[in-house]
């Protein structure tokens, strides 16, 4: 297989692999991207513009040019309420949220920023956009976020969530993202821009108190009542990311027995163990990466970390260690959809092509519908509005899910609440969401998954999203009849940038990431390990033919 696992994962990061926080600062306002290079233009993934300061992709000219395609496309969509706007502890964010107020400002956008330069997590921005425009109909607010989400600690991210509170669709990016390199082109010439001292006096710019705002409103998503009354003994690890200062007052406030085992915050995030491929990511779904939260399962009934940004989740009980992403969706579906009885009895699960088989099974027996979508939670914005969804997850530990009335939360990644359900799922149940899986085995089946990623450039990247149903030439996959080749997603016929090929008892998918410059081949087989490892080398031999030069 091409994954190949570092020396070095799993290890606390030496020295040698630590970022230079200075040299990564200067590059952000002292080297100017040339928007005649495709990898140093504006490009936004499936959640926002990523890059790193040293490579030329996420400075200074960038983040002016966003900001101010943001204003436009905001005045000429006549989105005239506040801007919420929150950064993460990645070091680009402070500098990049600089840049970005002194443009808000400048063009007289309404900009409400974390009060006491508190970090603010992903669904923070999402929650209070989503609250801002409750039962409105003008004057509506939107959002960014200032985040490259788990990236390594030397990449900065920029991303836009219209008054929908989601990640913008691809309609919108598009129109931002075209905007934006047109401005660089032209050299910053039409970017309204001034002094950020004299933009964070501005009479629109105030404070908005997002952490006191969420915290305040958690039980009307959670019952955490329960959790309380039953004692639940509960490990925290924020990874030094947005919502670090966030888990003591939710401990305060809803009286929890809850430890926050570290508040430290490090750009160079030097407290993290290394990767599969030895470089420092925020990813609380990786064993590799997840060492310091694994050690925690013996000390505590239930314990849990964010990634960066706390839209992700990992949760690690005393039995599983780091239950895998796919477990734990199918966990908190099937709790979900039977505990929550004032959801709409029509709503959906939503998932990604990527995610487990388990939860087409789980939500079949909860004689529930299945919506899946291509990777990209902008995918589930509209029907969490809407209520045709009431949960939406993907493999890469993201989900969110409705109040306890039905009605919408976020309709953005929470990590945090994610999180919390798996300590509520503790409380109400007696048993821990890895014992509650096992539940789920005995009734349909013990799925063997896998995924495999190595680095791609983007040429061939842009290879591998092409993929397509012709390029499988084989009626077979690991010895059983290919039933289906997708490359547009069952739930809303969206292409899902690659394919998937499907089995009765097996199933594989390949794409590249849009977040960083590798690929993905994800596995999944209800036989055994022997069977996945077929299906995965089978899908490499397709893979390896797709990323060869023309």
């Avoid at 928007?35 to 490579?55: K, N």
């Avoid at 990874?239 to 670090?244: E, F, K, Q, S, Y």
């Avoid at 609440?417 to 503790?426: D, G, H, K, P, Q």
């Avoid at 809303?492 to 390949?510: E, L, Q, R, T, Y």
Wanted: proline residues 6%; aromatic residues 8%.
């Amino acid at each position: 297989m091409s994954t190949v696992i570092s020396p070095l994962a799993g290890k606390i990061a030496p020295a040698s692999v630590l970022i230079d926080v200075a040299k990564l600062l200067a590059a952000y306002y002292e080297l100017r991207p040339d928007p005649a290079v495709p990898e140093q233009r504006v490009a936004f993934g499936t959640s926002g513009h990523r890059g790193s300061s040293l490579e030329r992709s996420f400075n200074e000219w960038h983040v002016l040019a966003i900001s101010q395609a943001i204003c436009e496309y905001r005045a000429g969509q006549g989105i005239d309420g506040p801007l919420f706007i929150g950064i993460d502890t990645h070091a680009l964010s402070v500098p990049a949220f600089r840049s970005a107020l002194e443009v808000l400002a400048a063009n007289g956008v309404t900009t409400l920023i974390a009060a006491g330069g508190e970090y603010t997590p992903t669904p923070a921005i999402s929650h209070a956009i989503l609250v801002w425009n409750h039962e409105r109909h003008s004057h509506l607010a939107d959002g960014i976020v200032v985040t490259p989400s788990h990236n390594p600690p030397a990449d900065g991210g920029f991303k836009y969530n219209p008054p929908n509170g989601g990640p913008a669709d691809t309609g919108v990016t598009g129109w931002i993202e075209a905007r934006a390199n047109a401005l660089m082109v032209a050299g910053l010439k039409q970017v309204r821009r001034m002094p950020f001292a004299q933009a964070e006096r501005a009479a629109t710019t105030s404070e908005h108190d997002f952490l006191d705002s969420y915290i305040a409103d958690l039980g009307s998503v959670l019952n955490l009542d329960a959790v309380r009354d039953a004692g639940v003994h509960i490990g925290v690890d924020p990874l030094g990311g947005a919502g670090v200062h966030y888990w003591a007052r939710i401990a305060e406030r809803y009286r929890l027995k809850l430890d926050v085992v570290s508040e430290q915050v490090d750009p160079q995030f030097g407290f993290m163990t290394l990767d599969w491929d030895g470089r420092i990511r925020m990813d609380p779904s990786s064993v590799y990466a997840m060492q310091r939260l694994i050690g925690l399962k013996d000390r505590y009934d239930i314990a849990f970390a964010c990634d960066t940004d706390h839209d992700r989740h990992g949760i690690v009980t005393p039995v599983a260690g780091l239950l895998p992403t796919n477990h734990y969706l199918s966990v908190a579906i099937d709790y979900l959809y039977r505990e929550r009885t004032n959801w709409s009895p029509t709503a959906a699960v939503g998932k990604t092509v990527v995610s487990s088989a388990m939860i087409d099974r789980v939500t079949a027996k909860l004689g529930r519908s299945l919506y899946e979508v291509p990777v990209g939670f902008k995918w589930f914005v509209d029907g969490l509005i809407e209520g045709r969804l009431c949960f939406g997850g993907e493999e890469s530990a993201g989900a969110t899910f409705n109040r306890l009335d039905g009605s919408v939360w976020t309709t953005d990644k929470d990590g945090i609440v994610s999180a919390l359900l798996a300590a509520e799922i503790t409380a109400r149940t007696g048993r821990d969401p890895g014992k509650h899986y096992v539940d789920l085995t005995q009734s349909f089946g013990e799925p063997a998954t896998d995924r495999v990623e190595a680095p791609a450039t983007p040429d061939q990247k842009k290879r591998l999203a092409k993929l397509s149903p012709q390029q499988v030439h084989s009626t077979q996959l690991a010895g059983e009849k290919i039933e289906r080749v997708l490359d547009r997603a069952p739930g809303n016929d969206a292409p899902i940038g690659g394919i998937k090929v499907i089995a009765p008892s097996g199933w594989f998918a390949a794409r590249p990431s849009g977040t960083e410059d590798i690929y993905k081949i994800y596995g999944e087989s209800f036989r055994s390990q022997e069977h996945l490892r077929a299906i995965l080398q089978e899908a490499q031999g397709i893979v390896d033919a797709a990323l060869k030069p023309a």
